[in-house]
């Protein structure tokens, strides 16, 4: 009898590993994607964080100005930062009847007659408002320099109460962050806030206290 081949390695003993190696490579992509999901998740968090801490920090700096005027005990003109941080004035527009002003002097000689009109004020345009803070911005004086106290009898504080409303402000500011915004006030009517870009560069409109 002729030698018979035996075959040490028949092909049935191969069957099993081509559903082997489609596992491995099914696991690989598996692991991969849940990598990646993994990844994007992260980061969506990472974001979040970012934003929220973003947001926190921005609450803790918001500057909030008011402008106003009152009676008692003299007539007088009121900025005020009713926020959390420091406002930084940028830009000032003052007006009287709609009509942009220089200065107090040019203010009240629209207000009353041109002449020599005093007061005491203080600077608005460049100024940094503290949370809190308050500042007088100008106080008329009769014509022995003091200031107009109330006094329905006194014609100068009558005139001055009725037309300080004819006063508005348009004042730009930002935070400490760059975040900018307009506040359009007036002596006797309360202030509106606008979120705003950037704020303008002074001009010849802009007020030069």
């Not at 009509?99 to 020599?116: C, D, H, M, T």
């Not at 320099?145 to 006094?151: A, E, K, R, S």
Request: some cysteine; aromatic content about 6%; charged content about 20%.
């Amino acid at each position: 009898m002729g030698r018979q081949l035996i075959d040490t390695n028949p092909t049935g003993n191969k069957i099993g590993v081509v559903p082997e190696e489609r596992v491995t490579r099914g696991a690989s992509r598996y692991d991969a994607v849940i990598a990646t999901l993994v990844g994007l998740c992260a980061l969506c968090v990472s974001g979040y964080t970012a934003y929220m801490q973003r947001q926190q920090v921005r609450a803790a700096v918001w500057p909030i100005l008011e402008f106003d005027s009152s009676n008692a005990p003299d007539i007088h003109f009121t900025l005020a930062n009713k926020g959390v941080g420091p406002a930084i004035i940028r830009n000032v527009i003052v007006r009287v009847d709609g009509q942009p002003v220089r200065n107090w002097k040019e203010a009240f000689e629209r207000i009353l007659v041109p002449g020599e009109h005093l007061g005491s004020e203080s600077d608005m345009r460049g100024h940094v408002l503290a949370a809190g803070e308050s500042m007088t911005v100008f106080t008329p004086h009769d014509a022995e320099n003091n200031p107009i106290n109330f006094d329905k009898s006194n014609p100068l504080w009558v005139k001055l109460n009725k037309d300080r409303g004819r006063v508005t402000v348009e004042i730009c500011y930002c935070s400490t962050l760059g975040e900018c915004w307009t506040l359009l006030g007036s002596g006797m009517t309360p202030s509106t806030t606008t979120e705003t870009r950037r704020c303008p560069s002074p001009s010849t409109t802009s007020f030069q206290q």
